[in-house]
């Protein structure tokens, strides 16, 4: 996500960028930010500019909403049509960095 870009003398200069990590898996954002809780969402959901799947200010993904309509779309028809379970109940899903 790019959030503000520098400019010296009318030309471009550096980029400043924040990780979407710096928040999504910060404790102080997000508790226990390795656990799967949609509970965190609920409510008044997280602070503003900490969940930013899909970047934020002038750059924002213009098909978020799109993207959105897709996902709903598969998860309803994936919980509702099939039967998941876990093929390997012991894998652990591992985050690098
Ligand atoms: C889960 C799905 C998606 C995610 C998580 C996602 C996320 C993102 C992110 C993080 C950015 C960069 C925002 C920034 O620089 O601050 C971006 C940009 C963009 N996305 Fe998406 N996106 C998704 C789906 C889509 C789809 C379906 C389309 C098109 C049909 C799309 C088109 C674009 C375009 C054109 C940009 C560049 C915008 C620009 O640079 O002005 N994205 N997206």
């Known amino acids: 996500m790019q959030v503000l ?14 990780s979407i ?3 999504h898996k910060n404790p102080k954002y997000f508790p226990d930010p390795e656990k799967i809780d949609p509970s965190r969402f609920e409510g008044k959901g997280p602070a ?20 959105c309509l897709e996902i709903f779309t598969f998860m309803h028809n994936g919980v509702t049509k099939f039967k998941l379970e876990k093929a390997n109940p012991d894998e652990k ?4 960095p």
Do not use: K, W
């Open 21 to 23: 990590f710096s928040t």
């Open 48 to 67: 503003s500019c900490t969940f930013v799947p899909f970047g934020g200010g002038t750059q924002v993904c213009p098909r978020m909403e799109y993207a």
């Open 5 to 18: 870009q520098f400019q010296r003398d009318g030309r471009h200069g550096s980029n400043l960028s924040q």
């Open 93 to 96: 899903i591992a985050f690098n």
